[in-house]
């Protein structure tokens, strides 16, 4: 559904605005479509509802404590401004926040809270956890318009049920999240890329499973088969350490990596500009047209599967997360190929999500894998339990949730 | 003794031969126990004030015979206790005179350990330190480690979300598990996540993590197992005042810093602990941080030059390294046996409360303020990283009127934590033990949004039904 043609488009500035505005709906019996910098709108299904709920106005950080590793921002602060203030005390989100506007062909700024709502994150989720890892605390609106709280501000918490974790990939089904509270790391002072050239599939996953076995703190490991400028089968390994450790490390590294064949390394802003791009998906959304998948599998079927689905389809991916993690750029056709890709997938237990497609592809098409029965029941409680009428994001993440 | 459990329901009791009788065919014969000797033996936990003989314990040897199980009692409106190794320290496997407890202590098997995808496959009954033994040859542990982690079970780290004192760098059990098979209370056998880095849906593996037994029972688990490091090394550093100590390891953080582990001790704790361990703790100061680094000799030694400078501008009084691997396991040793030691010395109560790290100080100075009002000697020994504070309050057991003043000293010291921005527990669960300390930390709206989520999956309020949520105002 085109947004331009919503009636309406409400703009709370404060959380509890943002309640009196869930109250209305409820009493009205409107669907809310919630909406950040509106830079990921197309992943999901297509929202349709009587109107946007932006986050635009509940902004600014709200509490940092660089001795304590934490921050709390209102959801539609600006990620850029996050990690604006972050850097300047040598910080950061460590899971690496996504940025898909590449992907989607989105302009805007994406915000913290939708980070929080689509649990995206980047290379480093194989190291430090990912952004459901580094989300605390939530403030979040429930569909009986009453403002709740899970988590906190601090580390380490099991007070209660972690309603955080629910609420994080929950893309907004849920509730509206109007504050999100994550923990840090310090940023690491120096960085470096070692790359093997010319691996297949199986030997790059062995590749990247030696040096994420090893004692060396590999912080991202992604094989690109046709390398990142065409020329030929790249294996990327990033270490992110201070200047000491990082020469000792990558040493060891390149020494452990031998039977894989010669070892280049680059340092600093290019090996940063390397990560940037795989994060960003960069080596397949360079063309418009293609429907792009995401598969999480374990790395030990990854090859396996990639095999089984080009064999196929005519299909260009890169992996990430040292085999875990598969982009995927297929011809739309009439299904963006769910049917081979999600049989290949379900053989190598994993799971695929259509990240990019027409909304008419999203509509007939399941974006997120589909649930058996019991897992399907268990998930339309806990939505009910959230939002007994159905107000927020109707049918983003499964028909009827 | 002032926690008060639900009253028994009468007509459960009454037919407690008929219960037996259904479950006998469900289970095989020595899994069974119904004698009032051998139910006893698992009337209480590590909580060990509070004690009920339960009904019967179930021990089932596979997913399948706890799906029977717990169908049976769900169609009998039977309660149900998980238990593991019955090691928690908020009360959260103490049963009920009408519930049967359900142990998980006969699934002790390491299913699979998959080292090209770095996951291992368990059931819930084996115990956390085996999971490490069984991948430390090939290079690899699994990271959560609780002080009990020898005895307590994975199936109970992921019912209460454990932590340790290396979490500070690894993450608790919830950063660590990849998928659970679990039942629910009426049968249904669930796979949440798996040997993928994440599931598709909503989080409900997250939402298990640390849910104290009230959504279902685990009986597998996927863990993430990672490759250890070079080497690890501990440092002893005194300080004469917790403040002093508390100000330097926010100064480390600061800094960038991010050891594996920092771990405090007030004066009271280090006495205690240095008597039991002889680990060469450091006698005549107020305050001592064990702070470990990793990595190879040069990395650990660049890092200690840091850290070492850092406490210097603490005034640091001692610093001690560890010069070999012996002396490493007694520094852990000491530490990891604080609460068993102090249990040598007097009866006590080991609260959990988290505060954010810069309150550290002033909550140290309440707490000693407000035991020493009340005549209690208290040892201070936590996770100085995370502010997850572990003030041990002692008292005579043969005295009631000190057992109940320690009770209601706990109890206001978690609420100090609450006060100060943290929150009740950071790792050992709320069981009974704060259940009804939950409306100081959350608004009634925030619990019924719990209750209501809860409600989901046991809606008559079967599974381990007395912990966690007030008794009154449930849904």
């Known amino acids: 559904m085109n947004v331009t043609t919503l009636i309406e488009r409400l703009e709370p500035q404060s959380e509890q605005e943002a309640c009196e505005i869930v109250k209305q709906a409820r009493l009205d019996r409107w669907t809310l479509a919630i909406e950040g910098g509106g830079t990921r709108a197309g992943l999901g299904r297509p929202v349709q509802a009587d109107a946007v709920l932006s986050t635009r106005r509940l902004s600014g950080i709200t509490l940092y404590e660089p001795a304590e590793l934490v921050m709390s921002a209102r959801a539609g602060t600006p990620l850029?401004?996050?990690?604006?203030?972050?850097?300047?005390?040598?910080?950061?989100?460590a899971f690496e926040p996504a940025d898909y506007r590449a992907l989607y062909g989105t302009q805007g700024e994406?915000?913290?809270?939708?980070?929080?709502?689509?649990?995206?994150?980047?290379?480093?989720r194989i190291q430090t956890g990912a952004a459901r890892d580094a989300l605390i605390g939530v403030r979040l609106i429930n569909g009986e318009a009453q403002a709740i709280k899970s988590g906190g501000r601090v580390m380490k918490n099991v007070t209660g049920l972690d309603l955080v974790k629910l609420t994080c990939g929950a893309h907004g089904t849920l509730g509206l999240l109007t504050q999100v509270t994550f923990k840090l790391l310090p940023r690491p002072l120096a960085q470096a890329t070692l790359i093997l050239d010319g691996l297949d599939d199986a030997r790059a996953i062995a590749a990247m499973g030696s040096a994420l076995s090893s004692p060396f703190e590999v912080s991202g490991a992604a094989h690109l088969p046709t390398g990142h400028d065409g020329a030929g089968a790249q294996t990327l390994l990033r270490l992110e350490r201070d200047e000491v450790s990082l020469a000792y490390r990558a040493q060891k590294l390149v020494e452990r990596l031998a039977p894989f064949g010669a070892v280049r390394r680059v340092d600093d802003e290019a090996s940063a500009a390397l990560w940037r791009d795989i994060a960003q998906v960069k080596p397949l959304t360079k063309a418009h047209g293609p429907a792009i998948w995401k598969l999480s599998l374990p790395a030990h079927r990854a090859q396996a599967c990639m095999q089984a689905i080009s064999e196929n389809l005519g299909a260009r991916y890169f992996y990430d997360w040292g085999g875990g993690l598969v982009w995927l750029a297929v011809m739309p056709g009439e299904d963006a190929g769910a049917l081979r890709i999600r049989a290949a997938v379900t053989e190598a237990q994993g799971h695929a999500t259509l990240m990019r497609a027409s909304d008419e592809i999203r509509t007939k098409v399941d974006v997120f894998a589909p649930l058996g029965a019991a897992l399907m029941k268990v998930t339309s409680g806990i939505k009910h339990s959230f939002d007994p009428d159905g107000i927020f994001n109707p049918g983003r993440m499964y028909a009827g949730v | 003794m002032s926690i008060p459990f639900p009253l028994p329901d009468d007509a459960i009791l009454a037919r407690r031969d008929e219960i037996l009788a259904g479950l006998a065919p469900l289970l095989p014969p020595e899994a069974l126990i119904t004698s009032e000797d051998e139910r006893r033996a698992f009337e209480t936990d590590a909580f060990t004030a509070y004690r009920r003989v339960p009904l019967a314990v179930a021990l089932p040897t596979s997913t399948e015979e706890v799906s029977g199980v717990l169908r049976f009692c769900h169609e009998q409106g039977v309660k149900v206790v998980a238990r593991g190794a019955g090691t928690s320290l908020s009360g959260g496997a103490i049963p009920q005179t009408d519930a049967i407890v359900l142990g998980l202590s006969k699934l002790n098997r390491i299913l699979d350990v998959n080292f090209p995808n770095r996951t291992a496959r368990v059931q819930a009954g084996?115990?956390?330190?085996?999971?490490?033994?069984?991948?430390?040859?090939?290079?690899?542990?699994y990271a959560p480690d609780p002080s009990s982690q020898l005895a307590c079970t994975i199936g109970g780290n992921i019912g209460m979300n454990s932590g340790g004192a290396h979490c500070l760098k690894y993450?608790?059990?919830?950063?660590?598990v990849l998928g659970v098979r679990m039942v629910q209370m009426d049968g249904t056998i669930l796979d949440l996540g798996g040997e993928a880095m994440d599931a598709p849906g909503l989080d409900l593996l997250g939402l298990m993590v640390g849910s104290e037994g009230q959504l279902g029972i685990i009986t597998e688990a996927v863990v993430r197992i990672l490759?250890?490091?070079?080497?690890?090394?501990?440092?002893?550093?005194?300080?004469?005042?917790?403040?002093?100590?508390?100000?330097?390891?926010?100064?480390i953080i600061g800094a960038g810093i991010i050891p594996v582990a920092m771990e405090f001790m007030d004066k009271e704790a280090i006495a205690i602990c240095e008597a039991f361990a002889k680990a060469g703790y450091p006698l005549d100061v107020g305050a001592m941080l064990i702070i470990e680094v990793e990595g190879s000799a040069p990395e650990m030694d660049a890092q200690l030059a840091?850290?070492?400078?850092?406490?210097?501008?603490?005034?640091?009084?001692?610093?001690?390294?560890?010069?070999?691997?012996?002396?490493?396991?007694?520094i852990w040793k000491g530490r990891k046996s604080a609460f068993g030691a102090t249990g040598l010395l007097a009866d006590y109560i080991c609260m959990d409360g988290t505060v954010p790290t810069g309150q550290l100080s002033y909550v140290l100075k309440r707490t000693g303020e407000i035991c020493a009002a009340a005549g209690h000697r208290v040892a201070n020994v936590f996770h100085a990283g995370d502010g997850n504070?572990?003030?041990?309050?002692?008292?005579?057991?043969?005295?009631?009127?000190?057992a109940a003043s320690a009770e209601h000293i706990g109890l206001e010291l978690l609420k100090l934590c609450v006060d100060a921005g943290g929150c009740l527990t950071g790792e050992h669960g709320v069981g009974i033990e704060k259940?009804?300390?939950?409306?100081?930390?959350?608004?009634?709206?925030?619990?019924?949004q719990q209750m209501r989520v809860r409600a989901v999956f046991d809606p008559q309020w079967l599974l381990n039904p007395a912990k966690v949520f007030p008794l009154d105002g449930r849904e």
Request: with cysteine; charged share 25%.
């Open chain 2, 126 to 141: 084996v115990t956390n330190l085996s999971i490490t033994e069984s991948v430390s040859a090939e290079g690899f542990f």
């Open chain 2, 435 to 448: 259940r009804d300390l939950m409306r100081y930390q959350f608004t009634e709206d925030d619990l019924r």
């Open chain 2, 306 to 330: 840091k850290i070492i400078d850092i406490a210097k501008q603490h005034n640091v009084r001692v610093v001690r390294e560890s010069k070999s691997a012996m002396e490493t396991a007694a």
């Open chain 2, 171 to 176: 993450g608790v059990t919830t950063n660590n």
């Open chain 2, 227 to 251: 490759p250890m490091a070079e080497d690890a090394r501990p440092v002893l550093f005194g300080f004469d005042t917790s403040e002093e100590a508390g100000a330097c390891v926010a100064s």
């Open chain 1, 110 to 124: 994406p915000t913290i809270g939708a980070v929080a709502a689509c649990n995206l994150s980047g290379p480093r």
């Open chain 2, 389 to 402: 504070m572990h003030p041990l309050i002692m008292f005579d057991v043969n005295d009631p009127k000190s």
């Open chain 1, 80 to 93: 850029s401004e996050v990690e604006a203030a972050l850097a300047a005390k040598g910080q950061m989100l």
